[in-house]
């Protein structure tokens, strides 16, 4: 299987901050890269598919890229919405996996 | 507007089964592979099946191979997960989730239903 490591586990920024969360695959997974957003007690909301694309409806603040087994996700200028725990996912093959979960915390 | 509300979750006894059905509106359903996606007490996302639009494809995660059936029907616009032998560690929300044109990539979830594996 493939193995997902996304750094840091946790963090804290201030609303307006710059935060990057990057993922790591144990083989290459070339760019079936997916992210999302998941908030407390609600479903997971995807933001970022194949390494880089915005989904639809997701504010432009969100940005993604990398390949092969190095990526990130940047989020520039942090609004107060967007706490929660971000999961990176590879669709590259069965089983599809994801990262721990990044949880992000807003001063 | 896509809409999926899962149900049928509920508490068993480990090596009981359950079913779980997923109602799908909003988009041609029989269109789109849709999957199943648990996520345990206070932990992280793990992928349990997935099928494709047909039905006639389906991919398990090895946790839940030969435990656990995926299925649907697409007159009805509805996704199934039949699961038996449950166990302690079965124990999570479960979410179906719709698949996109690219495979394994999830654009929509349902609100989840809990199982829950105790004695």
């Known amino acids: 299987d493939i193995q997902m490591t996304q750094s840091p586990s946790s963090l804290s920024a201030s609303v307006g901050d710059r935060v990057t969360i990057t993922c790591r695959a144990s083989?290459?997974?070339?760019?079936?890269l997916n992210w999302y957003q998941q908030k407390p007690g609600k479903a997971p909301k995807l933001l970022i598919y194949?390494?880089?694309s915005l989904q639809s409806e997701v504010p432009s603040r969100f940005s993604a890229g990398g390949s092969g087994t190095d990526f990130a996700l940047t989020i520039s200028g942090l609004q107060p919405e967007d706490f929660g725990t971000y999961y990176c996912?590879?669709?590259?093959?069965?089983?599809?996996?994801f990262g721990q979960g990044t949880k992000l915390e807003i001063k | 507007e896509v809409q999926l509300l899962e149900s049928g979750g509920g508490l068993v006894q480990p090596g009981g089964s359950l079913r779980l059905s997923c109602a799908a509106s909003?988009?041609?359903?029989?269109?789109?592979?849709m999957s199943w996606v648990r996520q345990a007490p206070g932990k992280g996302l793990e992928w349990v099946s997935s099928?494709?639009?047909?039905?006639?494809?389906?991919y398990d995660a090895d946790s839940v191979r030969g435990r656990f059936t995926i299925s649907r029907d697409n007159s009805r616009n509805m996704l199934y997960l039949q699961m038996n032998r449950l166990r302690a560690e079965d124990t999570a929300v479960y979410y179906c989730?719709?698949?996109?044109?690219?495979?394994?990539?999830?654009?929509?979830w349902g609100q989840g239903t809990l199982v829950t594996a105790s004695s």
């Open positions: 909003g988009f041609s359903f029989s269109d789109y592979g």
């Open positions: 083989q290459t997974i070339i760019s079936y």
């Open positions: 194949a390494a880089s």
């Open positions: 099928l494709s639009g047909s039905g006639g494809s389906t």
């Open positions: 989730a719709k698949g996109t044109d690219r495979v394994g990539v999830f654009d929509y």
């Open positions: 996912q590879q669709s590259y093959t069965t089983p599809y996996t």
